[in-house]
């Protein structure tokens, strides 16, 4: 099973990008996805999450300008990036976990919780 995740690219600040993420390989059903980010030099951090109840969390630097859902399927994930600032700039990768139903907050569920990840998509916002 595979994570693919695509839409990433070049924004002005100001500007709105929507990232995607596909499960690929089997049909698998989501105890909890996850976009996450990493910009150079920095630690690899936490960006949204949604359970299998479809509840979604955000970090604080992102409440408001994004918003994480998934597709009917429960195995498809999508992140609408609004109001780009600079600071947005990083890899995002798409990362998800299964098995039974977990309550998996941005702010308590870091990057070893979840098993399986995409490659990444390269997100750069210009000022």
């Not at 992140?79 to 309550?103: F, H, I, W």
């Amino acid at each position: 099973v595979q994570l693919v995740e695509s839409g990433g690219g070049s924004a002005q600040a100001g500007e709105s990008l929507t990232l995607s993420c596909t499960t690929s390989g089997d049909t698998a059903i989501w105890a909890c996805m996850a976009w996450f980010r990493q910009a150079p030099g920095k630690e690899r951090e936490g960006v949204a999450t949604i359970d299998t109840y479809g509840i979604p969390t955000y970090a604080d630097s992102v409440k408001g300008r994004f918003t994480i859902s998934q597709g009917n399927a429960k195995n498809a994930l999508s992140l609408q990036m609004n109001s780009l600032k600079p600071e947005d700039t990083a890899v995002y990768y798409c990362a998800a976990t299964g098995g039974p139903y977990v309550r998996c907050a941005v702010d308590s569920y870091g990057p070893s919780r979840f098993g399986t990840w995409g490659q990444g998509t390269q997100v750069t916002v210009s000022s």
